[in-house]
């Protein structure tokens, strides 16, 4: 029997074989979890579906994180199909293109809006609607990702630094809200990986190459090693920790000069 047999989560983020939520996808689906992947739009609809056919029988749901109608749609059918819900992983996130190369000070009131609402506010909203389907289990487990850009400045990665800022607040506030619900709320701060959503930051190979040269472990992370901790948090064994950012950059943010 595996450790996730009979359990049931959600996985936001699947955009394609390189995306970090389909490595974590993959793990829990090893460890025999039944999920829900949500996609955003029809086109990458057909990218998820060719995924899930490597799962077994996972459901397929449409939902914009920007669209409440989209988002009551999907967890009523997560409800429908499981009846429950064990654990979500966020994995969601965007910034018009202009936003992440321009200066910073040239963020447009559109471009923030939208960064912040995609990027850290789906995640209240997610775990509004998954609060209650988590309530038969005696709570649940949910995760999101981000980046150290929160904290310090990175070049062109501007708004997307401030929205994982709101998300990773976002993060403490739902953990002190939904704990006493069995209700644990984390966040993974992941190094550096070539993804679609990586690819619009201007300048992402240089971040690459400086994290090879300046991290304590002198190299770039894998998508696996970022899916390991995902797993972790979303699984029983991290059934203490909450409220937490887990740094997995190869030791980067502990370096100065
Ligand atoms: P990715 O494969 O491009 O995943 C980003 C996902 O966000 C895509 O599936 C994208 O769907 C989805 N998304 C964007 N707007 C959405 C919306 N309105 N509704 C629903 N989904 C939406 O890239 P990734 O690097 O794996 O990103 C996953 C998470 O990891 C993001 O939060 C990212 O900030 C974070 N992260 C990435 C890195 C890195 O270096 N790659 C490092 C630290 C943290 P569409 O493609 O349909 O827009």
Known sequence: MSVLDGRFGLITGVANRRSIAWAVAQQLARDGARLALTYQGERLGENVR??????????????????????????ATVQREFGALDFILHGAAFAPREELS?????????????????????????????????????GGSIVTLTYLGSERVFTNYNVMGVAKAALEASVRYLAADLGPQGIRVNAISAGPIRTLAASGI????????????????????????????????????????????????????????
């Open 102 to 138: 321009r200066p910073f000070v040239e963020t447009s009131r559109d471009g923030f809006r939208i960064a912040l609402d995609v990027s850290a506010y789906s995640l209240i909203a997610m775990a509004r609607h998954a609060a209650p389907l988590m309530a038969p289990r005696g």
């Open 50 to 75: 060719e995924l899930a056919a490597e799962l077994d029988g996972p459901l397929l749901l449409p939902m914009d994180v920007t669209s409440d109608a989209q988002m009551s749609e999907a967890f």
């Open 202 to 257: 201007s300048g992402f190979s240089n971040i690459l190459q400086v994290y090879r040269e300046r991290s304590p472990l002198r190299r770039n992370v894998e998508l696996d090693e970022v899916a390991s901790a995902g797993r972790f948090l979303l699984g029983p064994e991290s059934s203490a920790i909450t409220g937490e950012v887990i740094l997995v950059d190869a030791g980067f943010h502990a370096m100065g000069i």
